[in-house]
């Protein structure tokens, strides 16, 4: 029997608690420590999942028996984290957004090649049904060419969401809604249209819940020559509506949306599917979670000693995005990517 990937918890909160049901519907992963500075949340998670409790992190990543160590912690610790992670020979999977800033991203990649280790990085809608089959339309060239692209996240943070945990109203911790919500949707955008050549944003905070931004739209421009759209808000009254993706090409028309990017809304092409392209459901209502397929990517990844099918690069690609989105914001200009090559 293969032996398992054991997988320790940073951060016993939220998405932690997905993590950790998404490693028990894995068969060949087992949750075997888990991390937290609250005794409560801590004590919580390993008595419910029986993994070991560890309340200082560095005697964590002294336990030879970890494999991966998934950071869930408040976004701008993430780096940090990952950073001494990598260090101790450890395999990194690190929640979006995998840094706050292009150096910290860079110091996290850096350190996981040093020490030959595999950084992952959780954009799990990578993995739901329709976005899938939407990126085989893409691969296959179904859409001719592709004129422009929509990436709309109209969502509702309200008051008790920044009450409940306060590093998620601080920008150096979790950011605005470019970096908090819409990099899933972002990270879309970019996977399917290929790379961003400049960008033009504004961003403003309105409702003063957040110290980030709580809205944020832009225009992109991409290598391919198509364009496209960023609208992202967590600001919509009284509740989130949708988060989309929209892209329209001369030979096709592809919508997904529901209020998490997960249902066929438009599927047009000029040419018939492939057979077999389609699953049981498109639209994900069977089958495994976009986090367990995540998850199960990143063990199979360090197992067969491979990239995951988000690493560290890839998970870079909508960060650098927003960070320029904000700039522009800023200077009330264009700004053109890669960030940092003019002055290289
Ligand atoms: N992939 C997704 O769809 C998704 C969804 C929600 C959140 N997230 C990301 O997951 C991360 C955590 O979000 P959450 O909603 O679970 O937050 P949370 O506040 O529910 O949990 C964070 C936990 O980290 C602990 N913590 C804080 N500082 C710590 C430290 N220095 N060392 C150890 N533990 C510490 C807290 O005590 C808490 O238990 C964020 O980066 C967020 O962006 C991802």
């Not at 998850?295 to 067969?304: E, F, H, K, P, S």
């Given at each position: 029997?293969?032996?398992?990937?054991?997988f320790a918890?940073?951060?016993?909160?939220?998405?932690a608690?997905?993590?950790?049901?998404?490693?028990?519907?894995?068969?060949?992963?087992?949750?075997?420590?888990?991390?937290?500075?609250?005794?409560?949340?801590?004590?919580?998670?390993?008595?419910?999942?029986g993994?070991?409790?560890?309340?200082?992190?560095?005697?964590?990543?002294?336990?030879?028996?970890?494999?991966?160590i998934?950071i869930?912690?408040?976004?701008?610790?993430?780096?940090?984290?990952?950073?001494?992670a990598?260090?101790?020979?450890?395999?990194?999977?690190?929640?979006?957004?995998?840094?706050?800033?292009?150096?910290?991203?860079?110091?996290?990649?850096?350190?996981?090649?040093?020490?030959?280790?595999?950084l992952?990085?959780?954009?799990?809608?990578?993995?739901?049904?329709a976005?899938?089959?939407?990126?085989?339309?893409?691969?296959?060239?179904?859409?001719?060419?592709v004129?422009?692209a929509?990436?709309?996240?109209?969502?509702?943070?309200?008051?008790?969401?920044?009450?409940?945990?306060?590093?998620?109203?601080?920008?150096?911790?979790?950011?605005?809604?470019?970096?908090?919500?819409?990099?899933?949707?972002?990270?879309?955008?970019?996977?399917?249209?290929?790379?961003?050549?400049?960008?033009?944003?504004?961003?403003?905070?309105?409702?003063?819940?957040?110290?980030?931004?709580?809205v944020?739209?832009?225009?992109?421009?991409?290598?391919?020559?198509?364009?496209?759209?960023?609208?992202?808000?967590?600001?919509?009254?009284?509740?989130?509506?949708?988060?989309?993706?929209?892209?329209?090409?001369?030979?096709?028309?592809?919508?997904?949306?529901g209020?998490?990017?997960?249902e066929?809304?438009?599927?047009?092409?000029?040419?018939?599917?492939?057979?077999?392209?389609?699953?049981?459901?498109?639209?994900?209502?069977?089958?495994?979670?976009?986090l367990?397929?995540c998850?199960?990517?990143?063990?199979?990844?360090?197992?067969?000693q491979?990239k995951?099918?988000?690493?560290?690069?890839e998970?870079?690609?909508?960060?650098?995005?927003?960070?320029?989105?904000?700039?522009?914001?800023?200077?009330?200009?264009?700004?053109v990517?890669?960030?940092?090559?003019?002055?290289?």
């Open positions: 029997m293969l032996k398992k990937i054991k918890l940073t951060g016993c909160g939220n998405m608690a997905k993590h950790a049901e998404a490693i028990a519907a894995l068969p060949d992963c087992e949750l075997a420590a888990v991390y937290d500075i609250d005794q409560a949340p801590l004590q919580q998670f390993a008595g419910k999942y993994a070991r409790a560890y309340a200082d992190y560095l005697l964590l990543l002294e336990d030879p028996d970890l494999d991966v998934s869930c912690t408040p976004s701008g610790l993430h780096a940090s984290m990952g950073v001494a990598a260090r101790a020979g450890k395999n990194v999977l690190v929640e979006k957004p995998m840094a706050l800033s292009l150096d910290d991203a860079d110091r996290l990649i850096e350190a996981c090649e040093k020490a030959a280790v595999t992952g990085v959780v954009h799990q809608n990578r993995f739901k049904p976005i899938l089959r939407l990126n085989r339309a893409m691969e296959e060239g179904r859409f001719g060419k004129m422009h929509n990436a709309t996240v109209r969502w509702n943070r309200n008051k008790d969401y920044y009450e409940q945990k306060t590093w998620r109203r601080l920008k150096d911790m979790g950011g605005g809604v470019l970096l908090n919500q819409a990099i899933h949707n972002i990270d879309l955008l970019q996977w399917m249209m290929g790379r961003v050549v400049s960008v033009f944003g504004y961003t403003a905070a309105n409702l003063g819940l957040t110290e980030g931004e709580d944020g739209v832009a225009v992109l421009r991409f290598a391919g020559g198509g364009l496209g759209i960023v609208e992202a808000s967590s600001a919509v009254y009284p509740r989130s509506l949708e988060e989309t993706i929209s892209i329209f090409g001369e030979k096709g028309t592809v919508i997904i949306g209020t998490s990017v997960g066929v809304k438009v599927w047009k092409f000029n040419s018939p599917e492939k057979e077999g392209v389609l699953g049981p459901d498109v639209n994900g209502r069977s089958g495994e979670s976009p367990v397929c998850i199960g990517d990143m063990a199979q990844a360090v197992r067969a491979r995951p099918k988000v690493d560290g690069r998970g870079r690609k909508a960060l650098e995005i927003i960070l320029a989105i904000q700039q522009s914001s800023v200077t009330g200009k264009e700004v990517l890669p960030l940092g090559a003019a002055e290289n």
